[in-house]
């Protein structure tokens, strides 16, 4: 019978020898990754020396083609004021469309490539909460100059004397032509609480940048109790986007920002406060629509 057998124990050798060493290299894969993440959630290991680094290798190396996309941006989002907005306050600007990505809001607040006055940055632009929690998540928001849209992230930015940038129709807003301001409560009430001016944004063309792959409604109306959805950019709308790499795009997006809406500073808003502060601000969103959209057949319209 051992006679039989023993060739074959040849092969349980070799066959246990690959689980050992395969058993090794998962343990020490999983160490090594635990390891490198408590480098990142500590602060130890960075990322952004690195991307520092990039940059300057690119404009070392490519100054032409870098010169020439920053132009083509410059000459893609353009922005307007309605009115001189001076530097003696912090603001709240609050952005619509939001559009798939925020190109607009990206670009405008969170670059220097664009005519934005300086003056009246640096300005904290919020963002999703849950990208804090990335690896080097935290990192890469305080170093683009952006905060999770949490309350009191927000409010205590406002207190301290800054300027925040929202999106204040959210994902949802990706999806129509409607403004979502009916469903927002808690910017008001912090602009009150804190006596912060709004002032309102509008970025005439900016849901045209890309187009939607469907996704199945079932699915929509699931992300929907969240306030979120699911928005894929279709490919052909990618490549026309990325053409912007070495030509401007043909119809630029106009950002025009209004004339601020002082608030009263009521350290305890009512919801009459709130209500009416929501109103005044759609009467002006509605005024600035009328007064400068491009499109005569778009309607104005708020959820």
């Not at 991307?51 to 353009?78: G, V």
Request: charge should be neutral.
């Amino acid at each position: 019978m051992l006679s039989i057998l023993f060739p074959y124990s040849y092969v349980a050798i070799a066959f246990g020898f690959l689980i050992g060493i395969g058993l090794i290299v998962l343990t020490i894969g999983c160490m090594s990754a635990l390891f490198g993440i408590f480098l990142i959630y500590t602060g130890i290991l960075r990322i952004t020396p690195l991307i520092e680094f990039l940059t300057r290798l690119l404009h070392t190396i490519l100054p032409e083609q870098t010169s020439r996309i920053q132009e083509n941006i410059r000459n893609s989002f353009k922005v307007r004021f309605t009115e001189p907005i001076p530097k003696d306050t912090n603001y709240i600007y609050t952005w619509h469309p939001h559009g798939v990505i925020s190109m607009s809001h990206f670009f405008h607040i969170l670059t220097p490539y664009t005519e934005w006055p300086a003056h009246l940055k640096p300005i904290k632009c919020t963002t999703l909460a849950v990208l804090e929690w990335f690896p080097f998540g935290k990192e890469m928001l305080d170093y683009i100059s952006a905060i999770p849209n949490t309350y009191h992230r927000m409010k205590s930015t406002l207190e301290n004397g800054e300027s925040i940038s929202l999106s204040l129709g959210g994902m949802r807003e990706m999806l129509g032509s409607s403004y979502i301001v009916k469903r927002r409560r808690g910017i008001f009430k912090m602009a009150l609480e804190t006596g912060t001016p709004i002032v309102p944004v509008l970025s005439f063309g900016e849901n045209t940048l890309f187009s939607l792959v469907p996704v199945y409604p079932v699915i929509e109306k699931w992300f929907e109790q969240y306030d979120l959805c699911v928005c894929i950019p279709t490919l052909q709308s990618i490549r026309k986007w990325l053409g912007i790499l070495q030509d401007p795009l043909k119809n630029p997006i106009t950002s025009v920002a209004g004339k601020p809406i002082l608030v009263p500073l009521t350290k305890e808003p009512t919801e009459a406060d709130i209500s009416e502060l929501r109103e005044r601000y759609i009467a002006a969103l509605k005024d600035l629509f009328s007064k400068e959209n491009p499109n005569p057949n778009e309607q104005f319209s708020v959820i």
